[in-house]
């Protein structure tokens, strides 16, 4: 098994491809060891000393580490482990991550379905090649509440990526939208 790296818009995470299926589809975020129980492969992650947060994606998982640690000392026990972990075919999720989304459901309004249909084609896709995502949390009074998540969560440049890529994208599609802002 071969696993690549890349590094990621935050120098805080690098993300790993093992050139298979991490969750297929979907996303799961563990920002603390706590949040872990549900991923066997994501507990494991949080046993390596520097490990701060798992993120895992379709096909990709990103660690962030603590701020003292380097890469190059952090990387072989990380590739150890997703190695271990992959060549032994074990659960990544005990449980289904779901659709990505934190709220809604049939009873969408149409706006809500508009804004998660853009976020789902057109924002997703390009944030996941940066090691994150971003999820859809509500829309009240033409605000539309996202959480960034992975590497891009905690990111310097994720509040330009907000305002200025998907802000502007909301408001050209849906007049409705007035302004994005992030939530934890």
């Not at 949040?35 to 993120?55: H, N, T, Y």
């Not at 509500?138 to 998907?166: H, N, Q, R, W």
Request: hydrophobic content about 40%; aromatic content about 8%; charged content about 25%.
């Amino acid at each position: 098994m071969f696993i690549q790296t890349e590094q990621t818009p935050n120098p805080a995470t690098l993300k790993f491809l093992p050139g298979r299926d991490v969750l297929g589809q979907g996303a799961a975020d563990f920002p603390t060891r706590a949040e872990a129980a549900r991923s066997p492969l994501a507990q494991r992650l949080f046993e390596i000393d520097g490990v701060e947060g798992v993120f895992l994606g379709a096909d990709f998982v990103t660690i962030t580490k603590a701020g003292a640690k380097e890469w190059f000392l952090l990387k072989p026990s990380i590739l150890g482990v997703i190695m271990e972990h992959f060549t032994a075919n074990r659960p990544v999720l005990l449980e289904d991550a779901g659709d990505g989304h934190a709220e809604g459901n049939e009873d969408d309004g149409e706006i809500v379905t508009q804004i998660k249909e853009l976020l789902d084609t057109r924002v997703r896709p390009a944030v996941a090649q940066d090691g994150g995502d971003i999820t859809f949390h509500g829309f009240e009074d033409g605000v539309v509440y996202l959480a960034m998540k992975g590497s891009c969560s905690g990111c310097p440049s994720s509040t330009a990526t907000l305002k200025a890529g998907i802000e502007n994208m909301l408001r050209h599609y849906i007049p409705e939208v007035t302004e994005v802002r992030a939530v934890r």
